[in-house]
């Protein structure tokens, strides 16, 4: 079973509009969750990463939150534009291994004009 | 500009002919990794290696082989005895292979098989 789920699996939503993405992860001790951000075609990028002392993080239109009791980051999309367009991928290490990460399968956001 | 240069983006294969897919970067960094990703699935580690002349098995190794003869580059090598060879594959690499590196991506090489 893969230990961070990401949803929604896809979603839709007009240009200038806001949006939220959840992702739920199992890894226990947890150390830190990151953020990529991969356009179509190409590799991921990171957004940001949130350690376990850190409840909200941005990068411009883009926050990040934690969650450590629950277990869940999400990532908010503020004013979207055309160019947000992309997968947005959820990873936590694997505890013990510094060479072991569990990724999510993605969301993938599409803004239409 | 530094980056993950990897070649080609599409490659285009027939069942059981080894096919070998190149990836060099230029940010001097220690640790290099390859996946598999999948449709509606996680990135999966095939390879990784944190030094050069020394590499690991990830969790999908099997029919797969790289080498690591010098720090830019870790070219991965697909064999008739991977089962399932279409996909599309990203190396990346990091500082080193802490939880806290992030990791550079490059821009990915699509395989198919037929």
């Known amino acids: 079973k893969n230990q961070v789920e990401q949803s929604p699996q896809s979603l839709i939503i007009l240009e200038g509009k806001n949006c939220t993405l959840q992702c739920n992860y199992t890894v226990s001790p947890f150390s830190n969750l990151r953020w990529y951000k991969q356009d179509t075609g190409r590799g991921p990028v990171s957004l940001t990463i949130m350690t376990f002392s850190e409840n909200t993080k941005s990068n411009g239109r883009y926050t990040a939150t934690l969650d450590a009791d629950t277990k869940q980051s999400s990532l908010h999309i503020t004013a979207s534009q055309l160019s947000d367009s992309a997968s947005y991928i959820c990873?936590?290490?694997?505890?013990?291994?510094?060479?072991?990460?569990?990724f999510g399968a993605g969301t993938t956001v599409t803004v239409r004009a | 500009d530094g980056g993950i240069t990897q070649s080609p983006k599409y490659l285009f294969r027939k069942e059981g002919q080894n096919v070998t897919l190149s990836c060099e970067q230029n940010l001097n960094h220690d640790a290099m990794y390859w996946y598999r990703q999948d449709p509606g699935q996680g990135l999966r580690l095939i390879y990784y290696s944190q030094i050069v002349n020394d590499f690991q098995k990830g969790d999908i190794a099997e029919g797969y082989s790289v080498s690591r003869e010098k720090k830019e580059s870790f070219p991965l090598t697909v064999t008739s005895a991977q089962k399932n060879p279409t996909a599309f594959y990203l190396c990346a690499s990091s500082i080193t292979t802490g939880a806290d590196s992030p990791l550079h991506f490059g821009n990915g090489t699509r395989l198919t098989v037929t």
């Open positions: 990873v936590v290490p694997a505890p013990g291994n510094d060479y072991k990460l569990s």
